[in-house]
C-alpha cells in the first residue's frame, strides 16, 4: 500500500513513520508513504495557501488551487508507479467517524491520499472536485488533520498482511469481528504485588480458557462500552458471562437482555 499524505506540516509525521508498527511495515515493503508539503502547489513566491474567508468570519481558509494540485500530482505519480485506483480522504471533524470496519476496508486498497486541513477549514470546491471521503477520529476539534491523519494510517497499516507477523494479532482484538472489547491480557509473573494471574489461563484448557475469555470480554463491553450496538446473546455467551462475574447468571439481567 502506499500513502501519501497532503500537510502543511511533513515534519510532524518524521518520528510516527519511523517508529514502531509504521517502521516495520515500510522496512518490509509493506507500506510507503510519501509526505507533499501543499505549499510546494502555491501559486505565488512567497508560497501563500490560505486566504479570507468570503462572506465574513473569523479565521482563514486553505485555498483551493494548491491542495487540488497537490492531490492530482500525488494521483498521477501513484497511477505512473503502478498502484491502483486512488482513494482521497479529507481528515475532518465533520466526516464519518473512523471504526475498525472501515479501517479494514481502506487496507485493502492500494492507494490513499490523506489531506490534512488547517485553519477554519479548506475550501469546499476541494471537496466538490478531489475528495472521495471525509473521516473523523472523534467528535471534537483540533489544530489540523495531521494527528488524525497519523491516527488513519496507524490503524490502516496494521492491518496489512505481513505487517504484525500473526494474523491472530488482530483478529481477536476489540471491535475485530464485532463491537465487543477484549478480554484481559497476562503474562508473567505469576502473582505481582498480591494480584495472580487466574488459574484457567494457566490450565492448559484451551475450552475453559476460551469460555473465560469470551465472558470476560462481553462482561469488559457492557461496563465499560454499553452503548455499542447491540445483539441478543446466545446461550453459550449468558453462560461464559455469568462465569466471568462468579458464577452468577443474574448478572446480565441486571442490564438489557441484548447485546
Not at 500500500?1 to 518524521?14: A, G, Q, Y
Not at 505549499?39 to 513566491?45: G, I, Q, V, Y
Not at 446461550?235 to 441486571?254: K, M, Q, T
Request: charged residues 25%.
Amino acid at each position: 500500500m502506499r500513502v501519501d499524505v497532503l500537510t502543511l506540516f511533513p515534519e510532524m509525521f518524521v518520528g510516527v513513520t519511523n517508529s514502531s508498527i509504521l517502521r516495520r511495515a515500510r522496512e518490509q515493503k509493506l507500506l510507503e508513504v510519501c509526505l507533499t508539503d501543499i505549499r510546494d502547489f502555491a501559486l505565488d513566491k512567497h508560497r501563500v495557501v490560505d486566504d479570507y474567508p468570503f462572506g465574513g468570519g473569523a479565521g482563514m481558509v486553505m485555498k483551493p488551487e494548491p491542495v487540488v494540485a497537490a492531490v492530482e500530482s500525488v494521483v498521477e505519480r501513484a497511477k505512473a508507479d503502478g498502484f491502483g485506483e486512488s482513494r482521497v480522504i479529507l481528515m475532518s471533524p465533520q466526516g464519518t467517524v473512523l471504526t475498525q470496519a472501515r479501517a479494514s476496508a481502506l487496507s485493502s486498497l492500494q492507494h490513499l491520499v490523506l489531506i490534512c486541513g488547517h485553519y477554519e477549514g479548506i475550501d469546499h470546491r476541494v471537496m466538490q472536485l478531489v475528495v472521495h471521503e471525509e473521516i473523523s477520529v472523534g467528535d471534537y476539534v483540533l489544530t489540523g488533520g495531521e494527528l488524525p491523519a497519523m491516527v488513519v494510517m496507524d490503524c490502516v497499516a496494521r492491518l496489512l498482511p505481513g505487517v504484525l507477523g500473526c494474523a491472530e494479532s488482530t483478529a481477536e482484538e476489540s471491535f475485530a469481528s464485532e463491537p465487543v472489547l477484549e478480554y484481559p491480557q497476562y503474562t508473567r509473573p505469576r502473582e505481582f504485588r498480591g494480584l495472580p494471574v487466574p488459574e484457567v489461563l494457566l490450565s492448559g484448557n484451551h475450552r475453559e480458557i476460551g469460555r473465560w475469555r469470551r465472558g470476560h470480554s462481553l462482561r469488559r463491553t457492557l461496563e465499560k462500552r454499553p452503548e455499542l450496538p447491540q445483539r441478543e446473546l446466545s446461550r453459550y455467551d449468558r453462560e461464559c458471562l455469568a462465569l466471568a462475574n462468579g458464577d452468577s447468571p443474574h448478572f446480565y439481567s441486571l442490564r438489557k437482555e441484548g447485546f
